[in-house]
Nanobody
């Protein structure tokens, strides 16, 4: 069974960077043709898609996060990471790492695996 697991700090100070990692088991981050990404959930905004990294290592980011967010991978560790710079209290949310399977020749992608989520609180 494919599983993904988030790890990182539960508390981050405003203006500081947030870094989270996602470990993968039961699959390889280079498996064709999957996408590996991040989604967050908060009471005020609900679910927000942040971005993904594909099996080539190319990233695709939501316009809402592109200016201060990056996604990277480490194939030797079979994991990928999220970094959000200059966080604010509005970034308080539960962050999920996910896997998406592609369909229709890569035109669409649907999440098929979710991590359990990790709560990140931004506060001084």
């Amino acid at each position: 069974q494919v599983r993904v697991q988030e790890s990182g700090p539960g508390l981050v100070k405003p203006s500081q960077p947030l870094s989270l990692a996602c470990s993968i088991s039961g699959a390889s981050i280079t498996d064709k043709y999957y996408l590996w990404g991040w989604v967050r959930q908060s009471p005020g905004k609900g679910l927000e898609w942040m971005g993904v990294i594909d099996f080539h290592g190319f990233t695709y980011l939501s316009p809402a996060f592109k200016s201060r967010t990056s996604i990277s991978r480490d194939t030797s560790k079979n994991q990928f990471s999220l970094q959000v710079n200059s966080v604010a209290p509005e970034d308080t949310a539960t962050y999920y790492c996910v896997r998406s399977g592609t369909e229709s020749g890569g035109i669409i992608s649907i999440i098929d695996t979710w991590g359990q989520g990790t709560l990140v609180i931004v506060s001084s």
